[in-house]
């Protein structure tokens, strides 16, 4: 807030903070039109307030009923008790990851990785999810957890790993984005994990979160993998 001594002080900050909060809007945008990655955004309270259509075929729901949800429908019952404090963990820590075990009714619950960022816009939580691939995406078992969120120290990618990641939130599988780069599945997952130390992420979908949040996933018409 401004000192009353700098009356222009509160005005010019919240200029900036809506100029930023625009920039993040279309890259929110561009993401839930390209992505084949369920991506949601929720409210504080843990209500959906969209969906692209990845994640509305996921949940099966029809994109104009994602908001009449919450994320507890999609949480097993005996686990809900826990989901409320996680929440309130991960909105005081600004980020989480992990292991989330997905509840769809009519169906047994299943595991999916789990990447969400508090606040990419004011009140709204965006959470990405992926689905385990055939080479094993999980490092190691266990729940989702609250993260610190980084504000700085984080390092820029190089346009090679830009390309990959990009090509990763697009939905490409490691196998998917090699045949389409020409380079072997190795050389992709290695790009893979100097991208999340650098972006300070330790899943995929928590890099490609954070990445589509901070403008480091490049667009572009051909930058969509077939599946």
Partial sequence: M??????????????????????????LRGAFTRSRHPMLIADDHRRWVAGNAAACELLSIAQEAVAWHTMDDFTPREHRSRLKEQWAEFLASGAAEGRYQLYIPDRDPFPVEFGAIAN??????????IPPDEEGIWAREGDWRPLKAATAGRLALTKREREIMTLAACGGQSGDIAERLVVSPE?????????????????????VAIALVTGQIAWSEDSVVQG
């Avoid at 050389?187 to 130390?197: L, P, R």
């Fill in 120 to 129: 990419v816009l004011p009140g709204r939580h965006l959470a990405l999810f």
């Fill in 187 to 207: 050389t992709v997952k290695s790009h893979i994990q100097n991208a999340m130390g650098k972006l300070g992420a330790h899943t995929r979908a928590h890099a």
């Fill in 2 to 27: 401004g000192s009353p001594d700098d009356p222009d002080a509160a005005p010019q900050a919240q200029a900036l903070d809506g100029e930023v909060d625009l920039q993040v809007a279309v890259r």
